[in-house]
């Protein structure tokens, strides 16, 4: 008789029934590692400036690298902060009305250091329902305790900050959401938040370049860049085309955060060449301030071709429901010459999987013909027009 086998089971053994789980529910995931120059039209990236491949910003890169090197070669705090960095966080906070301004290796790292410097086991945060993921790990990350509100609701906000107890509080919201693009009101948020004694921390990072006078950003459209009560983070990988992130807000926050901020202490400092070209990128922003209407304009067109209302931002969403139904149809796009967003749950709650499409300030007319026909075609049997 053979002996039973006692061995404990592998520790990875769990990994293929998870996969075959995933599979089953139409939410696996691949990498699709893409060339230089496939032919589709890119309508599922954020370069919502179309600057990732200006010339301008290409040489604010490549400059950067031949005056600093391919790295910051450390952290921030010990050789990785060059006066290039110093040159972008003036030059960003001044943009954006802000009092200081510091650059993190991306818009990820810069949400989890200003919510956990800010937050801890003596603080409420109240956190939109509907926030980023990155907003979502930060308020697990700071200890503090946590309630989510309902998606865009001050008053459900006010209950809440009403009920606490703690020293601290915290409002967390994105200014423009990364999912449907819709507007938050951040006025509402703002006065709840400053009557009940909270800091309202904003994620821009949907917001700067897009929304608000020149794309300053959406706090500026609502008349609060610069609120002495306010904190704001933004990526410089979207609408700026390049890498990275950076928390804006009063002096004392940016001190705070260099001697508290972990993703800031102990992270290697963004690498030179995404400064150069971000900081390119600002610049060209600033002399062309009509690039944020050009979005907005190809955003109601693409809205228009997917049957959808126009957005307020560069987020066009088309819901489908079913996850494998809008795979398919991301695929279909694809194939059709057009690439686009696909959205299923985590990012998205069960049962509004959607193709996300994201408008570009330099989409031309034949582009724009070109995504109508794609969309057409697709969400016609889709059912989705």
């Known amino acids: 008789m053979p002996f039973p086998d006692t061995r404990p089971p592998h520790p990875l053994a769990w990994l ?12 696996r995931r691949e990498l699709r590692p ?3 120059a496939d032919g589709l039209l890119d309508l599922a990236g954020n370069d919502y400036l179309g600057l990732a491949h200006h010339p301008r910003v290409v040489e604010g890169a490549v400059a950067a690298v031949r005056t600093w090197g391919a790295g910051s070669t450390g952290s921030r705090l010990v050789t990785g902060s060059t006066a290039l ?7 960003l ?14 818009g990820y790292a810069a949400n989890l250091g200003v919510i956990t410097a800010l937050a801890g086991p003596d603080s409420l945060i109240v956190s939109d329902a509907a926030n980023h993921a990155s907003l979502i790990d930060s308020c697990r990350l700071s200890r503090a305790q946590v309630a989510v509100v309902p998606h865009d609701d001050p008053q459900a906000v006010d209950a809440v900050l009403a009920a606490r107890t703690t020293s601290r509080a915290l409002v967390v919201t ?3 959401n990364s999912v449907d693009g819709g507007l938050a009101p951040l006025r509402e948020l703002h006065a709840v938040a400053r009557a009940r004694g909270a800091l309202l921390v904003v994620d821009e990072a949907h917001g700067l370049g897009v929304a608000g006078p020149g794309g300053r950003g959406l706090l500026a459209g609502v008349g609060l860049a610069g609120a002495d009560d306010v904190v704001v983070t933004v990526t410089l990988s979207k609408a700026l085309g390049s890498q990275g992130g950076a928390v804006l807000g009063p002096a004392a926050v940016i001190a705070h955060l260099v001697d508290a901020a972990r993703t800031f202490i102990f992270d290697t400092g963004l690498a030179p060449a995404s400064v150069g070209a971000a900081l390119a990128a600002l610049r060209l922003l600033r002399s062309e301030p009509g690039r944020p209407a050009a979005v907005l304009r190809a955003a109601a067109a693409l809205a228009d071709a997917a049957g959808v209302p126009a957005p307020a931002s560069a987020v066009v969403a088309v819901v489908l429901g079913d996850p494998e139904v809008a795979l398919a149809g991301a695929q279909r796009c694809a194939e059709l010459g057009v690439r686009v967003g696909c959205f299923r749950p985590p990012s998205v709650p069960e049962g509004t999987s959607r193709l996300r499409l ?16 794609a969309l057409t075609a697709v969400l016609a049997p889709a059912g989705a027009r």
């Open 85 to 91: 960095h110093a040159e972008l966080e003036a030059e």
């Open 93 to 106: 906070a001044a943009f954006c009305g802000a009092e200081d301004a510091l650059v993190f290796s991306s």
């Open 358 to 373: 994201t408008a570009r300030a330099d989409l031309t007319e034949a582009d724009l013909v070109r995504a109508w026909a």
């Open 174 to 176: 994105e200014s423009v």
């Open 16 to 27: 293929e029934p998870h996969a075959a789980a995933r599979r089953a529910a139409g939410l």
């Open 34 to 36: 893409r060339a230089a």
